[in-house]
């Protein structure tokens, strides 16, 4: 099982609403990230879980809240959104955080299409 | 600091063999990876090279050069659905953390 499952695959919500994306991978990696990909640039990141710690956040506003409930899942709380937040979502593991060696080789999940209205 | 260039686009024909150059500047390089990115669809592995020459997979092969920063990610026999666009990535060391940079991918169009 090389997969990487994101849920849902389309989410549209209000500026007010609380929503969460949710990532699953049973690969048994320990390093889990999300990126935001807006169309036709490539993925940025926005966190990196390690052993179910929160390792990097790239200066994310706090809207967005990840969360690592194990080691197979990982989660993303969206609350107040903007429009410009709008983008695909991307979740991504590999075996372990690209520091101890390079090799990093990552799966991506297909991703949450949100759109903030 | 650290910067990554590809082309934005390119052409080529079916069945013909195309190079899609990647040249990066990073002060701590560690690795780079090809991934393939089809509209609307999560990026896809296609390879990874940390030391110098060239890495074959079947239709795909990826070369590096690390006294030049330089990459090219090889494809022959094109296919139509080989139209996507491929993203070169670095891994940079940034004291204590490895990141992995992005380039902004080159969009591949293949004509029958």
């Known amino acids: 099982d090389t997969e990487v499952t994101q849920t849902p695959k389309h989410l549209v919500m209000g500026m007010t609403n609380k929503k969460s994306l949710k990532c699953e991978q049973h690969m048994g990696h320990r390093a889990m990230y999300w990126y935001k990909q807006k169309a036709k640039k490539p993925p940025e990141l926005m966190f990196v879980?390690?052993?179910?710690?929160?390792?990097i956040n790239e200066s994310v506003p706090s809207r967005f809240s990840p969360e690592c409930p194990n080691s197979s899942l990982l989660n993303l709380h969206l609350h107040a959104l903007q429009p410009e937040d709008s983008a695909l979502y991307l979740c991504?593991?590999?075996?372990?955080?690209?520091?101890?060696?390079?090799?990093?080789?990552?799966?991506f999940g297909q991703g949450t299409r949100l759109t903030v209205v | 600091g650290q910067n990554i260039d590809q082309p934005t686009e390119m052409t080529a024909t079916e069945g013909a063999i195309v190079q899609i150059n990647c040249t990066y500047q990073t002060s701590g390089f560690n690795g780079l990876f090809w991934y393939q990115q089809h509209a609307g669809e999560a990026p896809t592995f296609l390879s990874y090279?940390?030391l110098d020459g060239l890495e074959e997979k079947g239709r795909f092969s990826s070369f590096l050069s690390r006294s030049k920063g330089y990459s090219y990610l090889l494809l022959k026999e094109l296919q139509m659905k080989d139209s996507a666009s491929y993203l070169c990535?670095?891994?940079?060391?940034?004291?204590?953390?490895?990141?992995?940079?992005w380039g902004l991918g080159t969009s591949l169009a293949v004509n029958p």
């Open positions: 991504a593991s590999s075996q372990e955080e690209p520091k101890v060696h390079g090799n990093t080789e990552a799966f």
């Open positions: 090279n940390v």
């Open positions: 879980y390690s052993y179910e710690k929160l390792s």
């Open positions: 990535a670095v891994i940079h060391n940034a004291g204590n953390n490895r990141k992995l940079i």
